[in-house]
C-alpha cells in the first residue's frame, strides 16, 4: 500500500502543477511546516487510505511533512474533537465521514464538540456504497427474499456493525424501517471482525463497505445481495441496488475534509483546489474505482449543503429507530 500511495503520489504532481497554472491561482504561504491530518478511525480502513493518498501528494507537492495521526475512538469523536479544538491555522486537519459529521449528533447524549459549529468543511474525497451481504448458508438471494424471511422469521436474524450509531449499523436501522422488519443488531469494532464473524456464520449479514465486503463476495465466502446507493457499483455492475426493490434507499458511505471553523479563508479554498485537483486525476480515480468508491471533490458551500441533508436524512432514521449512545 506504502508503495502504490507513493507512485500515485509522483503521478499526481504533474497535474497539480498544471491545475494551479490554469487556475491563476495566487499562492498561499502555506504550509511552511509539518501539517497533521487526523484521521477519526484506525488505521488500515478506507478512511485512513484516503488520507494517506491526499497526505502523500500534498506532501510531494509542497515539501512539507504532511502527517496521518489515527486517533480513534467513540464513532470519531475523539480525533474530531482534537481538530477542533487545534489552532485555526491550517496546520491541523480532519477527515470526517457520514458517521463523525451526519449522524453522531443525534446518536450520542455528551457530544465533546459541536459538529456544525466547529469545523469548516473543505471538500469530499469520495464516497463509497456499502454491500449487503449474507452468510451463504441463509436461504435469500435478493433483497425482496431477505425481506419476506425476515418477516416470517422476526429477530431470527443478526446483523453486524462497527459500532452503534456506525453508518453501517444506521444501513440495516434503515432497511428495517423501510421493510417493516426485525432483527438483532450486534456492534463490533471494525469492519474485519464483521467480516470473520459473518464468514464464521456467527451473524447472519451485513451491510458493510465494499472495500472489504466485496472481495468476499467474489471468493464465494459470503453472498453479495445488494448495494446500498442509489446507482449500482462500477466494479460489482451486475449486483442490483437496493433501491430498485425499495425506491429511494439510499446508504452512502462519503468521506472529506474539514478543518476548524475560523481558519483563514485562502487556506480553505487552496485546501479544496488541492483535493479537486488530486481526486480528479486519472491515477485515483483508478486507484478508488478498485475499492469502488467514485471521487467525488467539490467546493466548501457544495461540501456544507450536502452535509445538512446528510443530517436531516440520518436524524429522523436515529429517531425512529432509538439509537443513543451516552
Avoid: C
Avoid at 45 to 51: I, K, N, V
Avoid at 260 to 284: C, H, M, N, Q, Y
Avoid at 297 to 321: D, G, L
Wanted: a positive charge; aromatic letters at 8%; zero cysteines.
Amino acid at each position: 500500500m506504502r508503495k502504490l500511495l507513493a507512485a500515485v503520489a509522483l503521478a499526481l504532481l504533474a497535474g497539480l502543477a498544471t491545475a494551479a497554472a490554469q487556475t491563476g491561482a495566487q499562492p498561499v504561504a502555506w504550509p511552511t511546516r509539518q501539517v497533521t491530518i487526523v484521521v477519526p478511525f484506525t488505521a488500515g480502513g478506507t478512511t485512513d487510505m484516503f488520507a494517506r493518498i491526499f497526505a502523500n501528494a500534498m506532501q510531494q507537492k509542497t515539501g512539507m511533512p504532511f502527517v496521518v495521526e489515527n486517533r480513534a475512538g467513540a464513532g470519531g469523536n475523539i480525533g474530531s474533537t482534537v481538530v477542533a479544538r487545534a489552532a485555526k491555522d491550517g496546520y491541523t486537519l480532519l477527515v470526517g465521514t457520514v458517521s463523525s459529521h451526519s449522524i453522531n449528533q443525534f446518536v450520542y447524549k455528551n457530544m465533546p464538540h459541536d459538529v456544525e459549529k466547529d469545523f469548516q468543511p473543505v471538500s469530499l474525497f469520495a464516497t463509497l456504497p456499502n454491500l449487503l451481504v449474507v452468510n451463504p448458508k441463509l436461504p435469500v438471494t435478493t433483497v425482496a427474499e431477505l425481506a419476506d424471511y425476515l418477516k416470517k422469521n422476526p429477530d431470527k436474524l443478526v446483523f453486524g456493525s462497527s459500532g452503534v450509531g456506525a453508518s453501517n449499523h444506521l444501513a440495516g436501522e434503515l432497511f428495517k424501517i423501510r421493510t417493516g422488519t426485525t432483527m438483532t443488531h450486534v456492534p463490533y469494532r471494525s469492519s474485519n471482525e464483521i467480516m470473520n464473524n459473518l464468514i464464521g456464520g456467527h451473524i447472519d449479514l451485513a451491510f458493510d463497505n465494499m472495500t472489504l465486503a466485496w472481495p468476499q463476495a467474489k471468493s464465494g465466502s459470503l453472498r453479495a445481495i445488494a448495494v446500498t446507493s442509489l446507482a449500482r457499483s462500477p466494479i460489482a455492475p451486475d449486483v442490483p441496488t437496493i433501491a430498485e426493490t425499495l425506491p429511494g434507499f439510499d446508504a452512502t458511505s462519503w468521506h472529506g475534509l474539514f478543518v476548524p471553523t475560523g481558519t483563514p479563508r485562502p487556506i480553505v479554498d487552496k485546501l479544496a483546489a488541492d483535493v479537486k485537483a488530486i481526486f480528479s486525476t486519472p491515477e485515483v480515480q483508478k486507484m478508488l474505482a478498485e475499492v469502488g468508491a467514485i471521487a467525488a471533490p467539490n467546493t466548501p458551500e457544495e461540501f456544507s449543503a450536502f452535509i445538512a441533508a446528510e443530517r436531516k436524512k440520518w436524524q429522523e432514521v436515529v429517531k425512529a429507530a432509538g439509537v443513543q449512545q451516552p
